[in-house]
Protein backbone atom coordinates (compact mmCIF):
# COMPACT_ATOMS: atom_id res chain seq x y z
CA UNK A 1 0.00 0.00 0.00
CA UNK A 2 1.12 3.38 -0.75
CA UNK A 3 1.77 5.83 2.47
CA UNK A 4 4.30 8.39 4.07
CA UNK A 5 6.92 6.45 6.30
CA UNK A 6 9.00 8.43 8.93
CA UNK A 7 11.47 7.49 11.23
CA UNK A 8 12.59 7.34 14.05
CA UNK A 9 9.08 7.55 15.99
CA UNK A 10 11.00 8.47 18.96
CA UNK A 11 14.52 10.63 18.66
CA UNK A 12 16.53 11.91 21.78
CA UNK A 13 18.64 14.97 21.05
CA UNK A 14 22.24 16.63 22.77
CA UNK A 15 23.07 19.24 23.22
CA UNK A 16 24.78 20.80 20.54
CA UNK A 17 23.70 18.11 18.71
CA UNK A 18 22.25 17.70 14.73
CA UNK A 19 19.43 15.75 13.95
CA UNK A 20 17.88 13.90 11.00
CA UNK A 21 14.32 12.97 10.48
CA UNK A 22 13.59 10.87 7.58
CA UNK A 23 10.18 10.97 5.55
CA UNK A 24 9.79 8.87 2.49
CA UNK A 25 6.46 8.40 0.48
CA UNK A 26 6.00 5.89 -2.29
CA UNK A 27 2.69 7.77 -3.80
CA UNK A 28 4.14 9.86 -6.40
CA UNK A 29 3.40 13.02 -4.60
CA UNK A 30 5.38 16.13 -6.06
CA UNK A 31 5.23 18.01 -3.08
CA UNK A 32 6.39 17.40 0.75
CA UNK A 33 6.00 19.43 3.71
CA UNK A 34 7.21 19.18 7.49
CA UNK A 35 5.17 20.56 9.80
CA UNK A 36 5.91 20.88 13.91
CA UNK A 37 3.21 20.62 16.22
CA UNK A 38 3.38 21.20 19.83
CA UNK A 39 1.35 20.67 22.76
CA UNK A 40 -2.43 21.68 22.63
CA UNK A 41 -1.39 23.37 19.54
CA UNK A 42 -2.17 23.25 15.55
CA UNK A 43 0.57 22.64 12.73
CA UNK A 44 3.59 25.26 11.50
CA UNK A 45 5.14 24.76 8.66
CA UNK A 46 8.54 24.13 8.71
CA UNK A 47 9.83 23.70 5.03
CA UNK A 48 8.13 22.53 1.61
CA UNK A 49 9.47 21.14 -1.13
CA UNK A 50 7.16 21.51 -4.50
CA UNK A 51 9.90 19.66 -6.72
CA UNK A 52 12.96 17.73 -6.33
CA UNK A 53 15.85 20.47 -5.67
CA UNK A 54 13.73 22.86 -4.88
CA UNK A 55 12.01 24.26 -1.15
CA UNK A 56 10.95 27.16 0.79
CA UNK A 57 11.05 28.21 4.31
CA UNK A 58 7.99 27.64 5.96
CA UNK A 59 6.86 30.01 8.92
CA UNK A 60 9.60 28.67 11.33
CA UNK A 61 12.09 27.65 9.26
CA UNK A 62 15.13 29.19 12.06
CA UNK A 63 17.00 25.84 13.62
CA UNK A 64 15.93 23.63 10.70
CA UNK A 65 17.44 22.57 6.70
CA UNK A 66 15.85 20.10 5.05
CA UNK A 67 16.80 18.72 1.21
CA UNK A 68 14.81 17.09 -1.70
CA UNK A 69 17.33 15.26 -4.34
CA UNK A 70 14.98 12.61 -4.49
CA UNK A 71 10.93 12.88 -5.22
CA UNK A 72 10.30 10.07 -2.80
CA UNK A 73 12.28 11.51 0.07
CA UNK A 74 12.74 14.82 2.54
CA UNK A 75 14.70 14.63 5.39
CA UNK A 76 14.62 17.55 7.94
CA UNK A 77 17.98 18.18 10.08
CA UNK A 78 16.78 19.82 13.55
CA UNK A 79 20.25 21.75 13.92
CA UNK A 80 21.93 22.77 17.17
CA UNK A 81 20.67 26.26 16.51
CA UNK A 82 17.05 25.30 17.25
CA UNK A 83 16.92 26.18 20.71
CA UNK A 84 13.67 24.67 21.48
CA UNK A 85 13.38 21.20 19.62
CA UNK A 86 11.30 19.47 21.41
CA UNK A 87 8.03 18.45 19.99
CA UNK A 88 5.93 16.24 17.69
CA UNK A 89 6.84 16.42 13.70
CA UNK A 90 4.99 15.64 10.98
CA UNK A 91 5.68 15.20 7.53
CA UNK A 92 3.12 15.12 4.75
CA UNK A 93 2.63 15.17 1.41
CA UNK A 94 0.05 16.17 -1.68
CA UNK A 95 -0.24 16.31 -5.72
CA UNK A 96 1.68 18.86 -6.92
CA UNK A 97 0.56 22.72 -8.35
CA UNK A 98 -0.74 20.88 -11.41
CA UNK A 99 -3.82 19.28 -9.74
CA UNK A 100 -5.49 22.58 -9.47
CA UNK A 101 -7.26 22.14 -12.67
CA UNK A 102 -8.26 18.57 -11.53
CA UNK A 103 -12.00 18.22 -9.64
CA UNK A 104 -11.46 15.70 -6.88
CA UNK A 105 -10.00 16.32 -3.52
CA UNK A 106 -6.72 16.90 -2.75
CA UNK A 107 -5.73 16.13 0.83
CA UNK A 108 -2.21 16.25 2.60
CA UNK A 109 -1.10 12.54 3.45
CA UNK A 110 0.46 12.59 6.82
CA UNK A 111 3.68 10.05 7.81
CA UNK A 112 2.78 8.87 11.78
CA UNK A 113 5.31 11.87 13.26
CA UNK A 114 8.74 11.41 15.24
CA UNK A 115 8.58 12.73 18.57
CA UNK A 116 11.72 14.45 19.61
CA UNK A 117 13.08 15.05 22.61
CA UNK A 118 16.06 16.88 24.24
CA UNK A 119 18.47 14.76 26.55
CA UNK B 1 -0.36 34.47 5.29
CA UNK B 2 -3.39 33.11 6.47
CA UNK B 3 -5.52 33.46 9.87
CA UNK B 4 -7.50 30.80 10.35
CA UNK B 5 -9.90 30.28 13.74
CA UNK B 6 -11.43 27.58 15.56
CA UNK B 7 -13.38 27.29 18.90
CA UNK B 8 -10.46 26.08 21.43
CA UNK B 9 -12.35 23.00 22.94
CA UNK B 10 -15.85 21.44 22.71
CA UNK B 11 -17.97 19.33 24.50
CA UNK B 12 -20.92 16.90 23.88
CA UNK B 13 -23.20 14.03 24.92
CA UNK B 14 -22.69 10.43 23.20
CA UNK B 15 -25.55 10.20 20.74
CA UNK B 16 -25.73 13.76 20.20
CA UNK B 17 -24.81 16.37 17.00
CA UNK B 18 -21.97 18.49 16.72
CA UNK B 19 -20.74 21.62 15.29
CA UNK B 20 -17.29 22.72 14.66
CA UNK B 21 -17.02 26.37 13.08
CA UNK B 22 -14.24 27.31 11.31
CA UNK B 23 -13.61 31.31 10.11
CA UNK B 24 -10.99 31.72 7.53
CA UNK B 25 -8.78 35.05 5.76
CA UNK B 26 -6.84 33.68 2.66
CA UNK B 27 -5.37 35.83 -0.04
CA UNK B 28 -6.43 32.58 -2.52
CA UNK B 29 -8.38 29.67 -1.75
CA UNK B 30 -8.42 26.46 -3.08
CA UNK B 31 -9.94 24.18 -0.70
CA UNK B 32 -11.01 23.78 2.62
CA UNK B 33 -10.10 20.90 4.44
CA UNK B 34 -11.23 18.89 7.94
CA UNK B 35 -8.70 16.59 9.78
CA UNK B 36 -9.05 14.40 13.03
CA UNK B 37 -6.28 13.88 15.60
CA UNK B 38 -6.15 11.84 18.24
CA UNK B 39 -3.55 12.35 20.67
CA UNK B 40 -0.27 11.47 19.43
CA UNK B 41 -1.18 10.39 16.59
CA UNK B 42 -0.70 11.83 12.87
CA UNK B 43 -4.08 13.63 11.78
CA UNK B 44 -6.26 11.42 9.31
CA UNK B 45 -8.73 13.35 6.36
CA UNK B 46 -11.94 13.69 7.11
CA UNK B 47 -13.67 16.00 4.08
CA UNK B 48 -13.21 18.55 1.77
CA UNK B 49 -14.70 21.60 0.25
CA UNK B 50 -14.07 23.61 -2.55
CA UNK B 51 -17.61 24.80 -3.49
CA UNK B 52 -20.09 26.35 -1.10
CA UNK B 53 -22.29 24.13 0.11
CA UNK B 54 -22.73 20.89 2.27
CA UNK B 55 -20.61 17.71 1.84
CA UNK B 56 -22.30 14.36 3.51
CA UNK B 57 -19.79 11.61 4.04
CA UNK B 58 -21.65 9.50 7.01
CA UNK B 59 -21.71 10.52 10.26
CA UNK B 60 -19.57 13.24 8.82
CA UNK B 61 -20.77 16.46 7.01
CA UNK B 62 -18.94 19.72 6.09
CA UNK B 63 -20.19 22.76 4.82
CA UNK B 64 -18.44 26.19 3.01
CA UNK B 65 -19.44 29.18 2.74
CA UNK B 66 -16.54 31.44 0.78
CA UNK B 67 -18.06 35.06 0.87
CA UNK B 68 -18.41 34.22 4.23
CA UNK B 69 -14.71 32.81 4.73
CA UNK B 70 -16.76 30.05 7.09
CA UNK B 71 -16.97 26.55 7.10
CA UNK B 72 -18.23 23.80 9.92
CA UNK B 73 -17.60 20.22 10.84
CA UNK B 74 -20.82 18.72 11.76
CA UNK B 75 -20.85 15.31 13.93
CA UNK B 76 -23.77 12.98 14.31
CA UNK B 77 -24.59 9.92 16.24
CA UNK B 78 -21.60 10.96 18.02
CA UNK B 79 -19.66 7.81 19.75
CA UNK B 80 -16.75 7.93 22.56
CA UNK B 81 -14.41 7.34 20.35
CA UNK B 82 -14.94 10.74 18.14
CA UNK B 83 -13.01 12.39 21.41
CA UNK B 84 -10.15 13.82 19.52
CA UNK B 85 -9.06 17.10 17.80
CA UNK B 86 -10.45 18.26 14.72
CA UNK B 87 -7.94 20.36 12.35
CA UNK B 88 -9.46 23.22 9.46
CA UNK B 89 -6.85 23.66 7.08
CA UNK B 90 -7.16 26.04 4.07
CA UNK B 91 -5.01 25.35 0.92
CA UNK B 92 -3.72 28.26 -0.70
CA UNK B 93 -3.89 28.77 -4.57
CA UNK B 94 -0.36 30.14 -5.08
CA UNK B 95 1.80 28.40 -3.25
CA UNK B 96 0.24 25.37 -2.57
CA UNK B 97 0.39 25.49 0.94
CA UNK B 98 -1.80 24.60 3.81
CA UNK B 99 -2.80 26.59 6.43
CA UNK B 100 -3.64 25.00 9.64
CA UNK B 101 -6.10 26.43 12.12
CA UNK B 102 -4.77 25.37 16.32
CA UNK B 103 -7.59 22.31 16.66
CA UNK B 104 -10.92 21.74 18.40
CA UNK B 105 -10.49 19.68 20.97
CA UNK B 106 -13.49 17.72 21.61
CA UNK B 107 -14.70 15.48 24.28
CA UNK B 108 -17.54 13.00 24.51
CA UNK B 109 -19.37 12.57 27.36
CA UNK B 110 -21.43 9.52 28.18
Known amino acids: DGGITQSPKYLFRKEGQNVTLSCEQNLNHDAMYWYRQDPGQGLRLIYY???????QKGDIAEGYSVSREKKESFPLTVTSAQKNPTAFYLCASSIGRGGFSQKRYQPQHFGDGTRLSIL | GQNIDQPTEMTATEGAIVQINCTYQTSGFNGLFWYQQHAGEAPTFLSY????GLEEKGRFSSFLSRSKGYSYLLLKELQMKDSASYLCAVRETTGNQFYFGTGTSLTVIP
Open chain 2, 49 to 52: NVLD
Open chain 1, 49 to 55: SQIVNDF
